[in-house]
């Protein structure tokens, strides 16, 4: 089992960058593949980006493509997401998960483990 803990979040102006962390617990998150989803009022949740256990496989929505950069230090138990030139679209809860198989899914129902979320907030 792994909990997750979101941070980095906020309100920001477009084009402006933010880094969000995800510290995991336990000594077992070099295990699980992990993932960031965000979810915008009134929409579905929706998949960012994905990372392999040993973070040599990376996936990315289209969206967040060329902007958005996933990583991961299994030494210190922590996902990153570096979000740069930032949209009003971007503006979400963005949450982490974990999953214990090794296939990099970007279905949110392959995921076992979920943080709370942090809201991150583009302004144009």
């Known amino acids: 089992q792994v909990q997750l803990v979101e941070s980095g979040g906020g309100f920001v102006q477009a084009g402006a960058s933010l880094r969000l962390s995800c510290a995991a617990s336990g000594r077992t998150f070099r295990t699980y593949t992990v993932g960031w989803f965000r979810q915008a009022p009134g929409k579905e949740r929706e998949f960012v980006a994905a990372?392999?256990?040993?973070?040599?496989?990376?996936r990315y929505a289209d969206s967040v493509k060329g902007r958005f950069t996933i990583s991961r230090d299994n030494a210190k138990n922590t996902l990153y997401l570096q979000m740069n030139s930032l949209k009003p679209e971007d503006t979400a809860v963005y949450s982490c998960?974990?999953?214990?198989?090794?296939?990099?899914?970007?279905?949110?129902?392959?995921?076992?483990?979920w943080g709370q979320g942090t809201q991150v907030t583009v302004s144009s």
């Open positions: 998960a974990a999953d214990a198989l090794a296939i990099v899914s970007v279905n949110p129902t392959s995921y076992d483990y």
């Open positions: 990372i392999s256990r040993a973070g040599d496989t990376t």
